[in-house]
C-alpha cells in the first residue's frame, strides 16, 4: 500500500475524515480503478460541479469588507483560486 495512504487520515477532519473512513480507497492514485483510487474518489466527493459553481460565485463576488485588511483579502481571494484550479491551468475565472 501507498504510504500516502496511511497518513491521509492525520490531514482530513470533519466531513473529509468521516467520508475517509468509509471509503473503500486503497490507492492513492489510479486511472484504471477509479473505485479504489483516494484522488478520483475524493475528486468526486468534494469538487463536483455543484461546489465549483459554488466557488466561482463567491470568487466573483467577494468583495473587501472594513476591517479586513489586503493581506487577509489577498489570501482568502487565493485560498478560493486555489479550490477553482488546484492543478493551477487556467489564468482566469470561466
Not at 26 to 55: D, G, I, V, Y
Not at 69 to 94: C, G, V
Amino acid at each position: 500500500m501507498d504510504r500516502r495512504m496511511d497518513v491521509v487520515p492525520s490531514y482530513l477532519k470533519g466531513i473529509a475524515l468521516m467520508w475517509f473512513n468509509t471509503v473503500r480507497a486503497c490507492e492513492w492514485e489510479n486511472s484504471l480503478n477509479r473505485n479504489q483510487s483516494f484522488t478520483h474518489l475524493f475528486e468526486a466527493q468534494f469538487c463536483n460541479p455543484f461546489k465549483m459553481s459554488q466557488w466561482k460565485h463567491q470568487f466573483s463576488n467577494r468583495k473587501q469588507r472594513a476591517g479586513v485588511t489586503i493581506d487577509e483579502y489577498t489570501s482568502a481571494m487565493e485560498e478560493l483560486w486555489k479550490r477553482i484550479d488546484p492543478k493551477r491551468k487556467r489564468t482566469e475565472l470561466d
